[in-house]
């Protein structure tokens, strides 16, 4: 037989003590209320005395269940534990199948995988602890293109130069837009050309001009310049071709810069054609910042049916569209970049 006494404060906690320490088989034997010791003690509630008894077998027995139901309990919660594991490897596995389909679906569709790789880590990076499903994946992408993608309408901007390499279709962008602002936007238009190296890019802008009635005149040098800008003061917008350059002949590049700096325009329009190589792309937009570009052209999007181009273009210019184009005609395949066109041409392209 085992006695304990217990000194507490009331029944509950009595109880408390006695089925912890001797198990549900103990008994009250006594219980009796004392005054605490000391002379403070007069000025204390009373306590109690609480004597309990369980015999010995039985206490064992009530023990060693205690051991059994806590081994119970710790194999129950390893077991839980382990399905929980097993759960979250498996939503590991699964949202690494979901990542590795996306990423291959953005890099066929022509994204460079340096851009999709970025693109992957800035999602997940946003979606800790998220399982991450294609779903999740293709509105997170979304949000991505709403932020970068930009878009700018260039009519408060007079002196419009047109950069870009050759056979991007400046000229022609050039004659769309001239004929799209002076037949439909009542607004006076003046083409000029330093293009003096093709002789058809220069009889090409002269027709349009002489069939739009329109100033037209050709730069040959610097010098030149203010001269013909002057002639055209009462224009509402003038329109400046520029000889086609390789992005890699920097010399070339400085002498366009001069010219450029002697215009002193308001928009600089970088125009790359859709069809141009991913890698080229990054090239490009990178070589011709030296001509502090602020505004980009994406031409021949109807000749392309992946549009990666449009994405890797404006992720390495991180300037605006302006326009994009979508034939030869003139001036019908032109239209005003608008962005949330842009971002359904990437995210069907994906």
Do not use: W
Request: hydrophobic share 35%; proline share 2%; net charge positive.
């Amino acid at each position: 037989m085992i006695i304990k006494r217990y000194i507490v404060d009331n029944m509950n906690e009595a109880m408390t003590r006695i089925r912890y320490e001797l198990g549900n088989d103990a008994v009250i034997v006594s219980q009796r209320k004392i005054r605490q010791k000391g002379i403070l003690g007069f000025f204390k509630p009373k306590k109690i005395e609480v004597t309990a008894a369980v015999d010995d077998k039985k206490q064992k027995e009530s023990t060693i269940k205690t051991i059994e139901l806590e081994k119970e309990i710790k194999e129950l919660k390893y077991l839980i534990e382990n399905i929980n594991n097993q759960s979250i490897k498996q939503t590991n596995k699964q949202s690494e199948v979901n990542k590795n389909k996306f990423k291959q679906n953005l890099i066929n569709s022509g994204v460079p995988e340096e851009i999709a790789t970025e693109i992957i880590d800035s999602i997940k990076q946003k979606n800790q602890g998220k399982k991450m499903n294609q779903k999740i994946y293709q509105n997170e992408f979304k949000t991505f293109l709403n932020t970068i993608i930009k878009t700018n309408k260039f009519d408060d901007g007079k002196i419009h130069v047109f950069v870009g390499p050759t056979g991007v279709g400046k000229t022609t962008t050039i004659a769309k837009l001239a004929s799209l602002f002076s037949l439909y936007k009542n607004k006076k238009v003046g083409l000029i050309t330093v293009d003096t190296y093709r002789i058809g890019a220069v009889e090409q802008l002269k027709t349009y001009a002489e069939i739009l009635g329109i100033p037209f005149s050709v730069i040959y040098s610097i010098n030149e310049i203010k001269k013909v800008l002057s002639e055209m003061t009462n224009c509402d917008i003038i329109l400046v071709d520029t000889t086609g350059r390789n992005s890699k002949n920097v010399m070339q590049i400085q002498e366009t810069k001069r010219l450029i700096q002697e215009i002193n325009p308001d928009y600089v329009h970088l125009v790359i054609s859709m069809i141009t190589k991913e890698k080229d792309i990054k090239r490009i937009v990178e070589d011709y910042k030296m001509l502090d570009y602020n505004s980009i052209v994406l031409t021949k999007i109807d000749e392309t049916s992946y549009y990666g181009s449009i994405l890797t273009t404006i992720y390495y210019a991180n300037v605006p569209v302006s326009y994009i184009t979508t034939g030869q005609n003139v001036p019908d395949d032109i239209e005003e970049a608008e962005k949330e066109k842009l971002i359904n041409m990437i995210l069907e392209a994906e």
